[in-house]
């Protein structure tokens, strides 16, 4: 039967590193990877358990490797601090475990914690995530937001819910937004992307409609409709970005 590594890269989660990792104790090994926190987190990860390594930040997905390659054994379940593997996906784990998996990876469903319920609407749900997966013929690919595994053979998907603790509150989701629309506009600028009028008009009402009402948005009431209005903004405002990237002279100094 194979072990599992669970990995977590962390930077400030001392308000959410001990619930992540109680829920990954039934584990063989747990390693954190930690990038400078001035809040106590890696010492809170070792009382816990961990083996914890302390390093630069050299983006998401170059930290999940550095992580995964410090594992002790090949096949690794990647959480993020404000994530929880309840006892139905942790038994369902180690099921697929005990019965040597034959793929190179897997999806996890994974749900949200917004506002007042679990959100299983919306495109936040079921948000699958390549996150258990065979280092040996997987590895995480280098994207500046949203890393994703890329795996070298057949994925599967699991059935239970990985727990989400999104945003402690509609600010600290503003402020994510903000970070995360930065980082994918530059993305795309550097895949030669360019924003049109369209992209500012159109793909913004889209998404809140593809929410709201594909989606099911509707049915979550005040949180499905905030939810829906917010990924509209977001993708709106990752436009206006790159817009803005594109705008700019060479050398980036200002016009």
Known sequence: ???????????????????????????????????????????????????????????????????????????????????????????????????????????????????????????????????????RRARWTPRRVHESVSADGPVGRLTHDLEHLAYRDVSDHVATMNRYTTLAAEQMFADGRRAGFADLLVLPAAAFLRNYVLRRGVIAGRTGFVVSAMNAFYVFLKFVKLRELEARPRGGAPR
């Open 1 to 135: 039967m194979p072990r599992l590594t669970v990995t977590v890269i962390t930077l400030n989660e001392a308000a959410h590193v001990e619930g992540c990792l109680a829920s990954v104790a039934w584990a063989d090994e747990v390693v954190v990877v930690d990038s400078g926190s001035s809040d106590g987190t890696p010492d809170l990860a070792r009382t816990r358990g961990a083996r914890v390594l302390e390093r630069g930040w050299p983006g998401y997905s170059a930290q999940k490797n550095v992580a995964a390659d410090a594992a002790s054994h090949d096949w690794i379940l990647s959480v993020d601090a404000d994530e929880r593997v309840p006892e139905a996906l942790a038994g369902e784990i180690r099921a697929l475990l005990h019965a040597d998996p034959p793929a190179a990876g897997y999806r996890i469903p994974r749900v949200s914690w917004y506002l007042d319920r679990w959100l299983r609407v919306t495109d936040w749900y079921p948000d699958y995530q390549l996150r258990l997966y065979d280092r």
